[in-house]
């Protein structure tokens, strides 16, 4: 399975269908049963169009989008072809993944000559070959002689033999002098006095500006100051404006925040969001820095490319950030642009600017395919190029007017060629990184030298001076009535999973087991999770119910399926889904293949319908409603760290929203004060609560859902995280006790996960442990394998 442009794709196999032919494939999705790679059929309709059986969209996409000039920004070469449909894919390098992908690669015994072997000089028809070759006759097993040089090679020898400059490149990147690290002077009119490594760090954002690069990436780890390095680069030279500033909507008023109290007002700022958003050219460009999200860019650009319906028909509105000259782009949390067949990726490629610059906390190393796309940003040169294999054309975006041939050289698409895809992802993908892996591996690391500056808390723990941070796991026991709800439920999911087991069909029913999971973790945090969900709620009332976690939808998505999750919930099935061979990702719904944008932006609430009817509404809180283990055991810690001379500030994080509904009911009848952060709210109301909580003195507690807060906020005043829910993915756990580690943050910060110790949070932990010590132990820390939940992860969840 491949994730590519946010969709959820299958690599398409080779089918032995002529050129002309594919011009004129039609895509259907099929069913996860009837679809495996040997049943990918070609049918053929009236008009003798062939049909393509397959979930395939990507190139598909790219031709109708324009359909005068249709633009193909990824084909490959012909031996590359199979490689290319897999380009984006989660490097996975470690050794049992990297062989078992070589394994199911090994393509079937056969005496005919593979595709990738095919002699380009053969012309004869491949149905005459068949009709001339002898029925019955056994032929004599003679061994073919291994190819001199692997098709890989051959293409590499044709690139260079067209693009001799294509040899330099790595001996150059390799060769280029050292960046040593200096540290720059503060600049003028920042009031806020920069740590030593972060004027080292606007000394390297200045050099790359003034070098070929023009920008680059600053993943300096969370919580250290990419923002305020960026500011201090905004201020080094204010007359370089202005500045466009694509972030996450949560983020938003933080930068305007920062900037405004780092720079005494001497930049001036438009937050591009909201309806008054300014289309004219002028006025914008009277501004030094305008901030937007990447929903707002993804928006306009939309209406300007395809349009939008209104009564009269398809109407196209201009984008005036699209129509602008900045001086520089820069992209916060820069991982939402990973999917470069999004629209949001296109949209900020189309911006017109001379520096970009990428910001991300999250080491890009892990996941090579989606690194292609910060690259197309930056405009890295030769990386973000297609070449042609058999002359000297090369370009950034090919065009190939007939679909068959460049309208530049006339070759066909198959004989173009992407730099990055060909020198650095597609020997990882075959090989981990041993062998060509290796040394496609090696190239990385060279390209990510020039371009990329990271440094992690712990390497500049003295400039930091951050306070210890504590992490303990509160274990609790159900008390009588949750545990036999519990165990009614859990024999039940464990009859299912044993059923699966038995008939062997555990992955084929991944989506059943998925929300089993799901719904005794809800019962874990309180019983009325599952008793008392939303069953009534319906469209007409405004409320968009996530078809995973059964709760209000937070930042909710659809699927082709027309199936609407929450953001993270859908995230995190696919993640944790372990593809084979036999099984694909099906929708939780209606279990046809699974298609779904995750950058896609958030479907919109009908607020006039919007009549939410809160779980609390939905209980009988007068009388009969007990609260739970959980609830009482975070009062218990929250009474605990209570002091009489001072406030203590605690995040409560939780992924159901319904859970944070009530422990909120429940801590203000405990006499804390409350404020909540949820998806649904407006940056402007985000704002307003962060600043509440932050300000006022007898505030005690933020509810935060997982979904709406986990990254970019700033929560310095709390020192105490609470984890409701523990997950197996401990990024998100990472991140949420980021908020408020991190410079500012002077008192020790006490971080406490909560975990029902007879449920399956114990085993969740238990497995997190494992897994995270299993990462640690190979040298390449692969994201991906973390989320993952293999079979015998399942098994071992369900105690078998
Ligand atoms: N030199 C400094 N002196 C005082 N406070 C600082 C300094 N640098 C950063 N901070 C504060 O530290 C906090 C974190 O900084 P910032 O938000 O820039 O980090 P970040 O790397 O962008 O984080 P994230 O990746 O989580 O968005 C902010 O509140 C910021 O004001």
Redesign the pocket.
């Known amino acids: 399975m491949v994730e590519e442009g946010g969709f959820i794709r299958r690599p398409r196999t080779r089918t032995r269908t002529s050129r002309a032919a594919r011009a004129k494939v039609n895509y259907v999705e099929i069913s996860d049963s009837s679809d495996d790679e040997a049943t990918l059929k070609m049918e053929q309709t009236p008009d003798r169009t062939l049909k393509l059986t397959d979930i395939e969209s990507d190139n598909d996409e790219d031709y109708v989008e324009d359909s005068t000039t249709p633009v193909v920004k990824e084909e490959e070469s012909d031996e590359e072809y199979q490689d290319a449909r897999n380009e984006i894919v989660e490097l996975d390098l470690s050794d049992t993944e990297v062989k078992k992908e070589a394994k199911q690669s090994t393509p079937p015994q056969t005496t005919e000559p593979k595709e990738g072997e095919d002699d380009d000089d053969d012309d004869e028809p491949l149905a005459k070959k068949r009709k001339a070759a002898p029925r019955k006759r056994k032929v004599p097993t003679k061994k073919r002689k291994p190819p001199k040089i692997t098709p890989y090679q051959r293409n590499t020898q044709r690139l260079f033999d067209n693009h001799p400059e294509l040899k330099d490149v790595f001996p150059d990147l390799q060769n280029a002098p050292k960046y040593v690290p200096e540290r720059a002077e503060q600049p003028a009119g920042l009031s806020?006095?920069?740590?030593p490594f972060?004027l080292e760090g606007l000394h390297w954002l200045l050099s790359q500006e003034s070098s070929k690069y023009n920008g680059g990436v600053l993943a300096?780890?969370?919580?250290?100051?990419?923002?305020?390095?960026?500011?201090a680069l905004l201020m080094n030279d204010p007359t370089k404006r202005p500045s466009l500033v694509v972030a996450p909507t949560v983020?938003l008023m933080?930068w305007k925040n920062?900037i405004d109290?780092?720079t005494n007002g001497k930049l001036k700022v438009y937050i591009f969001h909201g309806g008054n958003k300014t289309n004219n050219v002028a006025k914008l460009a009277d501004y030094d820095v305008i901030l937007t999200t990447y929903a707002v860019l993804e928006s306009v650009f939309r209406k300007q490319t395809y349009g939008f319906k209104r009564k009269t028909g398809m109407i196209k509105e201009k984008s005036v950030l699209h129509n602008m000259d900045f001086y520089r782009v820069i992209l916060?949390?820069a991982h939402n642009i990973k999917d470069r067949q999004s629209n949001t990726a296109r949209a900020v490629n189309m911006i017109k600017t001379q520096k970009r610059w990428c910001?991300?906390?999250t080491p890009l190393q892990n996941r090579i395919g989606e690194m292609y796309s910060l690259i197309r940003f930056l405009n890295i040169e030769p990386f973000s190029k297609y070449f042609c294999t058999k002359c000297d054309c090369a370009s950034k975006e090919w065009k190939f007017t007939d679909r068959m041939h460049c309208d530049h050289c006339n070759h066909v698409v198959m004989q173009h060629t992407n730099f990055f895809n060909h020198f650095m992802l597609k020997n990882i993908q075959k090989y981990g990184v041993e062998g060509p892996g290796l040394e496609s591996f090696n190239n990385i690391q060279i390209l990510l030298k020039n371009i990329m500056l990271r440094r992690t808390k712990v390497e500049r723990a003295d400039d930091l001076g951050l306070p210890p941070r504590i992490v303990t796991v509160r274990r609790d026991y159900f008390n009588e009535e949750e545990k036999d709800l519990y165990r009614s439920l859990y024999s039940d999911v464990k009859r299912k999973y044993n059923s699966f087991v038995e008939e062997g069909v555990v992955l084929n029913n991944y989506a059943n087991i998925f929300s089993l999971i799901t719904r005794m973790r809800q019962i874990a945090d309180h019983p009325d999770l599952v008793l008392k969900r939303y069953r009534n709620q319906t469209a007409e009332d405004g409320v968009i119910v996530c078809q995973l976690c059964d709760d209000e939808a937070e930042e909710p998505i659809e699927s082709r399926c027309h199936h609407k999750f929450c953001r993270l919930c859908i995230k995190e099935y696919i993640e944790s889904f372990m593809e084979t061979k036999d099984n694909r990702l099906t929708c939780p719904v209606c279990h046809i293949g699974l298609s779904i944008d995750l950058s896609q932006p958030a479907l919109e609430v009908n607020m006039d319908a919007f009549k939410k009817q809160s779980i609390v509404s939905r209980l009988n809180l007068g009388g009969s409603w007990r609260s739970s283990t959980k609830i009482e055991a975070l009062v218990e810690e929250l009474y605990k760290s209570r002091s009489k001379v001072k406030t203590i500030k605690s995040i409560v994080f939780s992924q159901f929203t319904s859970m944070l509904d009530l422990v909120e009911w429940r801590l203000k009848r405990a006499g804390f004060q409350t404020v909540k952060l949820q998806g649904s709210m407006s940056p402007t109301q985000r704002d307003e609560t962060i600043k509440y909580f932050m300000n006022n003195i007898r505030c005690e507690v933020f509810l935060v859902s997982l979904k709406a807060g986990g990254?970019?906020?700033?929560l310095?005043e709390a020192s105490q995280v609470f984890i409701l829910d523990p997950w197996w993915n401990p990024s998100v756990e990472w991140?949420s006790g980021?908020?408020v580690h991190?410079?500012?943050q002077y008192r020790p910060v006490k971080i406490t996960r909560f975990c029902i110790e007879d449920s399956i949070e114990s085993r969740i932990i238990e497995l997190q442990e494992k897994k995270a010590n299993m990462i640690h132990a190979t040298i390449n820390q692969d994201e991906a394998a973390i989320s993952r939940l293999t079979p015998a992860d399942l098994q071992f969840l369900f105690n078998n």
């Open positions: 806020i006095k920069l740590l972060q300096d780890e969370m919580g250290m100051g990419k923002t305020i390095q960026t500011i983020a933080q920062e109290q780092h916060d949390e910001l991300s906390g990254v970019a906020l700033n310095c991140q980021d908020r991190r410079i500012g």
